[in-house]
């Protein structure tokens, strides 16, 4: 999806559910400027997606048209379609990963760090009979003491780096103790 899909997809949204905002308010939900949301406006009004009427004086009322209903259900078969395709990916991956230690005996993890990944390797765990030991968030780094069937899962994305160097302040080696999920 494309960030202009992303922005009208959630245009009509903010319109459908808030249909008496004004542009301003608009503007602001969108997180762009004033110029550019009745740009977007104004696409949606011109491509018939959208109506207006007026309620007072520089006070209008937006709703979706059913040529707007239908963009709207495309565009969120879209978004849809790209976030499975998304997860799929990362399961994929995420099945590589954890077979691998499986085959090396892991039987408990403890994944550091609590985002989607973290989510989608926990959701994969129990395939491999290994078991969520804990989950530390990023800014924790708090690691335990790990026995020789567990490993510590390294699933942030933002805060690998810091996490990597607690990790070997603490005498922790690659592979032997942590890997990167």
């Known amino acids: 999806m494309t960030p202009e899909e992303q922005r009208t997809l959630n245009l009509f949204e903010l319109l459908e559910n808030q249909p008496n905002l004004n542009q301003r308010q608009l503007a602001q939900e ?3 400027s004033l110029g550019l949301a009745n740009a977007y406006l104004r696409k949606v009004l011109n491509k018939g997606w959208v109506r207006a009427r007026q ?4 006070r209008w009322l937006y709703f979706l048209t059913p040529q707007g209903a239908v963009e709207k259900s495309r565009l969120s078969l879209n978004y849809l379609h790209r976030t499975l395709d998304s997860f799929r990916e990362l399961r994929s991956k995420a099945d590589t990963m954890l077979a691998e230690l499986a085959k090396a005996g892991v039987t408990g993890v403890h994944l550091c760090g609590d985002g989607d990944w973290s989510d989608i390797i926990q959701l994969c765990l129990p395939a491999y009979g290994i078991q969520c030991l804990s989950v530390i968030r990023d800014h924790e780094c708090a690691f335990p003491e790990l026995s020789a069937e567990e490993r510590i899962l ?6 690998r780096e810091p996490i990597i160097q607690q990790l070997k302040n603490q005498s922790l080696e690659p592979k032997r103790h942590w890997v990167f999920a």
Request: proline letters at 0%; glycine letters at 8%.
């Open 30 to 32: 969108l997180g762009i």
């Open 55 to 58: 309620i007072k004086a520089r």
């Open 154 to 159: 390294i699933t942030s994305l933002e805060a």
